[in-house]
């Protein structure tokens, strides 16, 4: 993931929406991404993971997007749920190396 | 089945004292991290063990922190001398191996006064 600063990105959505998460990543050599999901005084939850050669892997109400010419990732939520109100986080890695975490996106699910 | 348990789950502790977090990984996971998360920001790698060795120490922010995992399961963080700006949330995660999805604990909060 990219460091961008101190200011967390907030993601309002309407209950029964689709989210789209961005995140951008800055290792042209990351072979392996994954997005956590993080509620309040909690650890990362993992939601879903890709490797590099697949561009895209669909999970239950979750889809992962991968570009690798732009170093582009995204999480598509379908059907957002109040329960899905949380902070999302991508990090990449690249074989036998520590995983780099962004800086977060705030998704917020309005009633 | 069990998951990553760390404890204490909240330790404050004067400047300039000694503290330890210990983190117990999902059994049978060989890799373990350590990152450490300031309040609005994603974790931060503090350093990787495969095994019973640290195979990454790179984001250890200076010799005051070091770590252990002597039987390659259990790790302990250790600060020495803590500072204010050690404060934040120390979470540890495991994975089956290398390259394989982190799990992580519901983090250590430490607090410095």
């Known amino acids: 993931g990219e460091s961008v600063g101190l200011h967390l990105p907030t993601l309002s959505v309407q209950e029964g929406d689709n989210s789209i998460i961005n995140c951008a990543y800055s290792n042209s050599a990351s072979d392996y991404f994954i997005w956590y999901k993080q509620e309040s005084g909690k650890g990362p939850q993992f939601i879903i993971d890709i490797r590099s050669n697949m561009d895209k892997r669909q999970g239950q109400r979750v889809t992962v997007l991968l570009n690798k010419t732009v170093k582009h990732l995204s999480l598509q939520i379908a059907a957002t749920q109040p329960g899905d109100s949380a902070v999302y986080f991508c990090?990449?890695?690249?074989?036998?190396?520590?995983?780099?975490f962004g800086p977060g996106t705030r998704l917020s699910v309005l009633p | 089945g069990a998951g990553v348990s760390q404890t204490p789950s909240n330790k404050v502790t004067e400047k300039g004292k000694y503290v330890e977090l210990r983190c117990d990984p999902i059994?049978?996971?060989?890799?373990l991290y350590w990152y450490r998360q300031s309040l609005g920001q994603g974790p931060e790698f503090l350093i990787y063990?495969?095994?019973?060795?640290?195979?990454?120490d790179s984001g250890l922010p200076n010799d005051r922190f070091f770590a252990v995992r002597p039987e390659g399961s259990v790790s302990t963080l250790k600060i020495q001398r803590t500072e204010r700006g050690d404060s934040a949330v120390y979470l540890c995660a495991s994975g089956e191996a290398e390259n394989s999805p982190l799990h992580f604990g519901n983090g250590t909060r430490l607090t410095v006064t």
């Open positions: 063990f495969q095994g019973t060795g640290a195979a990454d």
């Open positions: 990090a990449d890695s690249s074989y036998g190396q520590n995983f780099v």
């Open positions: 059994s049978g996971h060989t890799a």
